[in-house]
């Protein structure tokens, strides 16, 4: 500001109101988040940082205008960088939360150093102020029209009943998945943690794409094999979808379940061999048999036969689609499956 002519108070006036408009950002985000959906509302946030670094690139500097762009941005940067962090610690499992956490937050801050290093390497090689502005824009322009898809999502009712059953494990534990999905119990169908799932599972939703909707789940695998999507809530099938390019060489035959990756259904069998996702996987697997957490799928006809889990995969999927079903409307129908129940010693 002060190479185009601006006063140093004036200077000093722009660096407060962007600090006053950042507070205010940070403490409205998360509610607008809430409002609009979290990656919406950071798109947009993206989107006004472009803008205005574009508009000061094109403009003669003013101070009422450069006054009020600083405020506008420091609403947008500080509450954008607010919203990543919320959807940092929302985007990683419970197991590696805090280390993913940890590098987004490191690797923001390497951003952090890095910025002001670079800009003074354009002053220093005699930049013009609008040149430093449309540099500035770039990566908002880069983040905002990459158009990845946070989740790749396949629109049909046992997709969406695989992703809940691994939201109600996550959020509920394997007790409370036990008596939900194994002894059907009414208090566990209907109780604040099944509540608190189904609207942890509805908020996924906000990640996934317009176009999900009866897409087939390898259609979805392959929008992360692509780079049009960021992850998939699916079983190790999926993973096949990423070796097709080697399936015909001659020695795939051979090395099928090592080039697959799925893990070996009896014990004693040496791991090494394997991808570390299929050690880590089998070892999990393993501790959660000798601790008792070793839970039966309910989406895939391992906890209740097909009536219930189909009468269950039904109410989720209706949760899904229809935004002004309740939470409540959805738990008395888990409720009502679960009565379907045979009774003991009767025949199926």
């Keep these: 500001m002060r190479a185009g002519g ?8 722009a660096v407060t109101l962007f600090s006053i408009g950042g507070v205010i950002g940070a403490l409205l985000q998360g509610r607008m988040m809430n409002l609009l959906g979290a990656h919406r509302m950071l798109a947009v946030q993206f989107l006004v940082y472009t803008s205005l670094m574009l508009l000061l690139a094109n403009v003669a ?6 006054f009020a762009v600083a405020a506008v941005l420091g609403f947008a940067v500080h509450g954008a960088q607010a919203g990543l962090n919320a959807v940092a610690a929302e985007t990683y499992p419970i197991t ?6 940890g590098w987004a937050l490191a690797v923001g801050r390497i951003g952090s150093i890095a910025a002001p290093l670079l800009g003074g390497a354009m002053l220093a090689r005699n930049w013009t102020l609008q040149e430093i502005f449309h540099a500035s824009s770039l990566p908002a322009i880069l983040s905002a ?3 990845i898809v946070p989740v790749a999502h396949g629109g049909q ?8 059953e691994s939201v109600v494990l996550g959020v509920g534990g394997a007790e409370f998945y036990r008596r939900a999905f194994v002894n059907l119990e009414p208090g566990a169908l209907r109780s604040d943690t099944m509540s608190r799932s189904l609207q942890t599972f509805r908020r996924i939703k906000d990640y996934t794409d317009a176009r999900a909707p009866g897409r087939d789940w390898n259609v979805a ?3 992360v094999i692509r780079g049009e999507a960021g992850m998939q809530f699916m079983g190790d099938w999926a993973k096949g979808e990423f070796l097709a390019a ?10 099928f379940n090592l080039n697959k990756g799925s893990i070996p259904v009896g014990a004693g069998v040496r791991m090494d061999r394997f991808d570390l996702c299929a050690q880590e996987s089998s070892a999990y697997f393993a501790a959660t ?3 008792n957490t070793l839970v039966p799928s309910i989406a895939h006809l391992m906890a209740q036969p097909a009536g219930i889990e189909g009468a269950m995969r039904e109410a989720v999927a209706a949760y899904w689609n229809n935004e002004r079903m309740t939470t409540d409307e959805t738990m008395n129908r888990l409720v009502a499956a679960a009565k379907a129940r045979p009774a003991k010693g009767a025949k199926p």
């Design 6 to 13: 601006m006063p140093l108070a004036d200077g000093i006036r």
């Design 157 to 164: 009712s046992w997709q969406e009943f695989t992703t809940f």
């Design 96 to 101: 590696v939360r805090s280390t993913g956490v």
């Design 246 to 255: 080697t399936i015909m060489r001659p020695e795939f035959q051979e090395s």
């Design 221 to 223: 695998t392959a929008m």
């Design 289 to 291: 048999a000798m601790i």
């Design 61 to 66: 500097p003013q101070a009422e205008l450069i």
């Design 145 to 147: 029209a990459a158009g």
